[in-house]
């Protein structure tokens, strides 16, 4: 484990992928390395881990080893740079979706409900757009649809309304002003689930996290060598049902095309069954209690 982050299901995830001596591999999450490492370790002289990771931060973490190579991306390009680095095809990809420990741990970064801190969220700390964007100049409408569709929230349209009314007044700049507009919605029993479920939401919607997890598990099969593996961890249920309507049905919405006999084909085939971490690792690691995972292998 890392001070960075403590790598959730990590022999799990990592034993998934069946790891070649030589093969070629890609962890497409590296953060604070502790999956990427333990590849490492399982790995022969002459095999090859790439990394991404969009954070500027994850890449004081880099390993020091002749068969690494880390790409300072978002994994949603990870067909174009693989073959930027002369890789076609590979053995494996890991997963670990989601914030890192130290995403949450860093108050300025604005990922945690427990800082006072400036709206940003952005992972990757060279996009423009950040959380105050989101919060101050989303309309109505937009705001509404970010809430409802990635955080789930009930009273979506009417959160929505109270934003664009308040910051006619003021700005809202910081987590503490965001809270305070809303703290009519926070009942002191579920206020940190609900503040949970509004930080996902803005989180989402600034990283197009959703829309860079579909641009990532659609390029997998085309990358992927026949047998090898991807294994994918999610931390909730939007990334979740995403991956596994993808690895049954090769697609994100509604049913593929049968055959005059019913059958279908399909680019990945799951294996075995979800995987979620020990009680054990839970009590070790709270950040894991949600974890969640996927294993499939190229057909």
Known sequence: ??????????????????IKEDGVYVDV???GGGHSREILKRLGENGKLYAFDQDKDALENAIDDPRFVLIHENFRYIKRFLRFHGVKAV????????VSSH????????????FEAELDMRMNQSDTLSAYHVINEYDEEQLKQVLAQYGELRSAS???????????EEEIRTSDQLKKVLQRFLSPKHENKILAQIYQAIR?????????LKEFLQ???????????????????????????????GLFEGEPERDVFGR?????????GLIIPSKEEIKINNRARSAKLRIAEKI
């Open 1 to 18: 484990m890392t001070a960075y982050h403590n790598p959730v299901l990590l022999n799990e995830t990592v034993g998934g992928l069946a």
């Open 29 to 31: 999450t590296f953060g």
């Open 91 to 98: 053995d494996g990809i890991l997963a670990d979706f989601g």
């Open 103 to 114: 995403q949450f741990d860093v108050a300025e970064r604005g990922f945690s409900t427990r």
């Open 158 to 168: 009417a959160m929505a309304g109270l934003i664009v009314e308040q910051r006619k």
């Open 204 to 212: 989402i919607e600034v990283n197009q996290e959703i829309e860079a």
């Open 219 to 249: 390029q997998t099969p085309e990358i992927l060598k026949p047998n090898g593996r991807v294994s994918l961890i999610s931390y909730h249920s939007l990334e979740d049902r995403l991956v596994k309507r993808f690895i049954r049905n």
């Open 264 to 272: 279908f084909e399909v680019p990945l085939k799951k294996v075995g």
